[in-house]
């Protein structure tokens, strides 16, 4: 599709030879990490999206250089890839930190739904959000108000990303 004709725009892929819109990455996780920062975290873990997604890659990114502004170590374990931003994935990788000897006091997730799995497998250690661990999600998914408490999260503006792309679109037609 990208190598023909036909007028395409792509939502949240890095990609050459085609218009592409997406959220800063990077910077909505810097948002996410200097928030857990002001609360007093620096034992920040990161449950990543995979990395062969260019959302996964670049949260990680701005996770990672965030921490390194604020000149806060990061332990390699404290970064765990939570795969294609599933409940499950978010779960497991939780399930993994909550293994290690010492947990880390907060932890950012790339996203909302994988922040919703992270979350169950804290309250199924016996742990509670926020008071033993915090979390921030990433997408601001209509579930996250829901939850109790709600889920910090960074927002997303999906309609202007959609209504970009639709512009897009229209231009290129």
């Known amino acids: 599709l990208i190598e023909s004709d036909i007028p395409s725009v792509v939502i949240d892929l890095d990609t050459r030879g085609v218009?592409?819109?997406y959220s800063d990455n990077c910077f909505g996780s810097e948002l996410a990490v200097n928030h857990l920062i002001s609360l007093g975290h620096r034992d920040i873990a990161h449950i990543s999206g995979?990395?062969?997604?260019?959302?996964?890659?670049e949260r990680l990114e701005g996770y990672k250089q965030t921490m390194a502004k604020h000149h806060l170590s990061i332990n390699d374990a404290y970064i765990v890839d939570g795969g294609y931003f599933t409940y499950e994935g978010g779960k497991r990788a939780m399930n993994q930190l909550l293994?290690?000897?010492?947990?880390?006091s907060a932890v950012f997730v790339a996203g909302d739904l994988m922040a919703v799995g992270a979350i169950s497998a804290i309250h199924e250690a016996g742990l509670?959000?926020?008071?033993?661990?915090?979390?921030?999600?990433?997408?601001?998914?209509?579930i996250a108000q829901y939850?109790?408490?709600a889920l910090t999260t960074v927002r997303q503006d999906t309609a202007l990303i959609g209504k970009t792309a639709a512009n897009l679109m229209m231009d290129q037609m």
């Open 147 to 149: 939850l109790n408490p």
């Open 99 to 104: 293994a290690l000897d010492t947990i880390p």
């Open 19 to 21: 218009s592409v819109v």
């Open 128 to 142: 509670r959000v926020p008071e033993d661990i915090s979390i921030v999600g990433f997408d601001d998914i209509q």
């Open 50 to 57: 995979h990395q062969r997604l260019y959302v996964g890659v």
